[in-house]
């Protein structure tokens, strides 16, 4: 991937194994979508490996293993107000962005996979319901 106007790679990075590759399309709408909000997010995870996905608890096939999904936060933003003004952004732009709403870590889980549930939330044992398709 290459480094954006807000992002560096080395956002992106597996913490075990140092490495990348995300895909640029998700990169540049976190782009577009920090310089609508106008606030600094920060990365929690981009690419996983397979060793880093199993410690976090993360499903066999999640997006973030083909470099499809980031997990970021924004700290000047409480996690109910970023998911409205990203939620906002995507019917604005007209993208198909699923997100996945976690309260209790307060991050939220962006991806362009083409699964079925396009909006969830996390569960406090990190399982998720689907709540739109």
Partial sequence: MNN????????FLCPCCKQEQMKQEIVDIL????????????ITSGWRCEKRNKEVGGTPDSPHLLGLA????????????????????????GWGVRIGLNVFKKFLHIDIATYPCKRWVYAPDGKSLCVRR
């Fill in 4 to 11: 954006t106007q807000y992002f560096k790679r080395e956002e």
């Fill in 31 to 42: 782009t577009i979508l920090r310089g609508e909000i106008g606030k600094s997010f920060i």
């Fill in 70 to 93: 980031i997990d970021f936060y924004c700290p000047d933003l409480d996690i109910l107000a970023l998911f409205t003004k990203v939620e906002n952004a995507i019917k604005k732009f």
